[in-house]
T-cell receptor, first 112, second 115 residues
């Protein structure tokens, strides 16, 4: 079963614009991670934010976490055509099952 | 390149058959995870092995089984295949035993088509 739901399902923007993707989840978490997947290929880990953190940066990526709303957002600034991919959030529950539960993903298309 | 290798890249087989997917983790990683990605179910965790022992189980069917060998490579066995088993199967690896605490490194996947 999927814990996270990404919004929007698909996003199309121009190169240079910012892209924002949202993820909502249902249960208490230990951490939340974002992954990127280029078409039909393996996932690449982007960033991990722990439940006691509110914001994290990595290069052009900014992730926020609001545990009271059970939601997270991923912002990609100054997007490039190479950012075109599917983006997934994955949650790790705060219970004993410390495994990744992936959301349904957002397909981002960056037009040159 | 994540350092995780998977073979074969593509597999086409018929219903009722059995196949084996192989994964070699990154050097030094003791955990191997298997995931299934399909259009209707999304990306689902199947099973984790840590240093040869089963560590965690997810949505893995009874027709599926896995093992991790002393050299740490892993195999996922899928039997009595059905059309609905057609999917991308990913292997991932990590250093530690806790699946969600350590960063996982994904292989390129095996695309299974059941006809």
């Amino acid at each position: 079963s999927q814990q996270g739901e990404e919004d929007p399902q698909a996003l199309s923007i121009q190169e240079g614009e910012n892209a924002t993707m949202n993820c909502s989840y249902k249960t208490s978490i230990n951490n939340l991670q974002w992954y990127r997947q280029n078409s039909g290929r393996g996932l690449v880990h982007l960033i991990l934010i722990r439940s006691n953190e509110r914001e994290k940066h990595s290069g052009r990526l900014r992730v926020t976490l609001d545990t009271s709303k059970k939601s997270s957002s991923l912002l990609i600034t100054a997007s490039r055509a190479a950012d075109t991919a599917s983006y997934f959030c994955a949650t790790v529950s705060s219970g004993s099952a410390r495994q990744l539960t992936f959301g349904s993903g957002t397909q981002l298309t960056v037009l040159p | 390149d994540s350092g995780v290798t998977q073979t074969p890249k593509h597999l086409i087989t018929a219903t009722g058959q059995r196949v084996t997917l192989r994964c070699s983790p990154r050097s030094g990683d003791l955990s191997v995870y298997w995931y299934q990605q399909s259009l209707d179910q999304g990306l689902q965790f199947l099973i984790q092995y840590y240093n040869g022992e089963e560590r965690a189980k997810g949505n893995i069917l009874e027709r599926f089984s896995a093992q991790q060998f002393p050299d740490l490579h892993s195999e996922l066995n899928l039997s009595s295949l059905e059309l609905g088993d057609s999917a991308l199967y990913f292997c991932a690896s990590s250093v530690g035993s806790s699946g969600g605490i350590n960063e996982q490194f994904f292989g390129p996947g095996t695309r299974l088509t059941v006809l």
